[in-house]
């Protein structure tokens, strides 16, 4: 059992929480959960109660908590190089962007690192203004992409935008979604066409036929896992270049094997990136944001630029052992085979409960749409938030996403063994029967 050296209980982390912390940061639970240790696919919260984590800090623990690799890289350049900026230059900066040129598509290789997500999608846009001299952007509705006044922006996604007016020149298309098509069902090629129609059309409607570029994930993460059509990223590519503009992908969520087979889910598309944003699971939690873009792009800008803390040698110490691990063990391939094991089990709990609308996603990011009924497809907000106590009283951490906050999601260690995803579905099973018919 988890004993806190100060001998505080989750009663007393939670309070300090609600008496220090900003009170719009959101929980997963109606009492939030107070975590104080982790190892693999484990954790324990500070009353000592076990938890099998299938979310992993968001898509973040890619080799697992605390994993003895990266504590030991941490730790041993903490002891020699901690802190120095990107006005010096660090031999483990170097040796990290060298892992990330080696397995990124086409001919991505340079790579600026940063803190975040965010600040990865802020560096990319600029990167794509800068390189075409134009300065407005297209993204997709129902896409998230981080919390800076930019990112925020750019996210499509009500309960994410905290402020009226976003920053201009930021234009949204119509996001590719199968379950939810506008246009028919089933969804078929015919969409595909309607949904790059869309996208043709904000450009020439919504902006001045110049845009900078079009930004999207590779797989909608906050949105609840939606994934596009398998012809759609090519097609939008080949518009956007038309008006000459970049393409800018975002790989936060869904780097480094998550989607399974590939090291990126783009790379399911056949389509090389003109630039690409990484964070999450590429330092196994450690703060790192990479933007990655080609030659030609990284030369054109021309201003000063550095970060404080990006390419800090403690963090890149992180991933440099992440990625090592992530190929040792080869993670694309163990999440394609750990996913379709996790996808049968998700099926076969959707056809107990028809209030799973639909099960979706690749690799180890699959996602479980409820609905009120699976012939209207009405969302249900109340079932996934009782579905998320249920797996909480199972000991099984999962996420919850969606526009409407009706998807669940899974996202556990690449890692994975079979036996533990075994326990996790019979885990989810449980929880889908105290969720109740």
């Known amino acids: 059992?988890?004993?806190?050296?100060?001998?505080?209980?989750?009663?007393?982390?939670?309070?300090?929480?609600r008496d220090?912390?900003?009170p719009a940061m959101v929980h997963l639970y109606q009492e939030p959960l107070a975590l104080a240790e982790g190892k693999g696919v484990r954790v324990w919260d500070a009353d000592g109660h076990e938890y099998l984590d299938l979310f992993a800090g968001i898509l973040t623990t890619s080799v697992g908590h605390c994993n003895p690799r990266v504590v030991a890289a941490v730790t041993e350049q903490m002891s020699r190089l901690g802190h120095v900026s990107t006005l010096y230059a660090t031999e483990v900066q170097v040796e990290a962007a060298r892992k990330l040129a080696d397995i990124a598509p086409g001919a991505l290789r340079r790579t600026f690192f940063s803190n975040s997500g965010t600040e990865a999608i802020e560096t990319a846009l600029?990167?794509?203004?800068?390189?075409?001299?134009?300065?407005?952007?297209?993204?997709?509705?129902?896409?998230?992409?981080?919390?800076?006044?930019?990112?925020?922006?750019?996210?499509?996604?009500?309960?994410?935008?905290?402020?009226?007016?976003?920053?201009?020149?930021?234009?949204?298309?119509?996001?590719?979604?199968?379950?939810?098509?506008?246009?028919?069902?089933?969804?078929?090629?015919?969409?595909?066409?309607?949904?790059?129609?869309?996208?043709?059309?904000?450009?020439?409607?919504?902006?001045?036929?110049?845009?900078?570029?079009?930004?999207?994930?590779?797989?909608?993460?906050?949105a609840g896992y939606v994934v596009p059509p398998p012809t759609y990223f090519k097609k939008a590519a080949e518009v956007i270049r038309r008006y000459g503009g970049l393409l800018?992908?975002?790989e936060v969520q869904t780097g480094f094997g998550r989607t399974g087979k590939h090291w990126f889910g783009i790379e399911h598309y056949g389509v090389e990136p003109d630039i690409m944003v990484m964070a999450k699971g590429i330092a196994n939690?450690?703060?790192?944001?990479?933007?990655?873009?080609?030659?030609?792009?990284?030369?054109?800008?021309?201003?000063?630029?550095?970060?404080?803390f990006g390419g800090n040698p403690v963090t890149m110490a992180a991933l440099c052992a992440t990625q090592d691990v992530l190929r040792e063990e080869d993670a694309p391939a163990n999440a394609q085979v750990?996913?379709?094991?996790?996808?049968?089990?998700?099926?076969?709990?959707?056809?107990?409960?028809?209030?799973i609308g639909d099960v979706r996603g690749m690799g180890l990011m699959q996602g479980?749409?409820?609905?009120?009924?699976?012939?209207?497809?009405?969302?249900?907000?109340?079932?996934?938030?009782?579905?998320?106590?249920?797996?909480?009283?199972?000991?099984?951490?999962?996420?919850?996403?969606?526009?409407?906050?009706?998807?669940?999601?899974?996202?556990?260690s690449l890692l994975i063994t079979?036996?533990?995803?075994?326990?996790?579905?019979?885990?989810?099973?449980?929880?889908?029967?105290?969720?109740?018919?």
């Open 126 to 222: 600029m990167m794509a203004c800068l390189a075409t001299g134009r300065s407005e952007i297209i993204a997709l509705r129902v896409a998230y992409h981080g919390r800076s006044f930019m990112a925020s922006s750019l996210t499509a996604h009500s309960g994410w935008r905290p402020l009226a007016t976003p920053v201009a020149g930021i234009k949204h298309a119509k996001a590719p979604n199968t379950y939810r098509c506008p246009y028919k069902q089933p969804c078929d090629e015919s969409c595909v066409d309607k949904f790059v129609a869309d996208l043709e059309e904000v450009i020439v409607t919504t902006t001045n036929g110049k845009p900078a570029a079009f930004i999207a994930e590779t797989i909608q993460g906050v």
């Open 338 to 355: 750990r996913g379709e094991q996790l996808r049968t089990g998700l099926l076969a709990m959707q056809t107990r409960h028809p209030w």
């Open 1 to 17: 059992m988890t004993t806190l050296a100060n001998g505080r209980t989750s009663a007393g982390i939670i309070q300090g929480h």
């Open 248 to 250: 800018v992908i975002d």
């Open 418 to 437: 079979e036996d533990e995803m075994a326990e996790g579905i019979e885990k989810l099973a449980r929880a889908c029967d105290r969720a109740g018919d």
């Open 285 to 308: 939690g450690a703060p790192v944001g990479a933007t990655i873009t080609t030659d030609e792009i990284a030369h054109a800008w021309k201003a000063k630029t550095i970060s404080t």
């Open 368 to 412: 479980m749409e409820i609905v009120r009924d699976p012939k209207t497809k009405e969302p249900d907000a109340k079932r996934a938030a009782r579905f998320m106590e249920a797996t909480r009283e199972e000991r099984v951490l999962v996420g919850v996403g969606g526009l409407f906050g009706n998807v669940i999601r899974i996202g556990p």
């Open 20 to 22: 220090l912390l900003l």
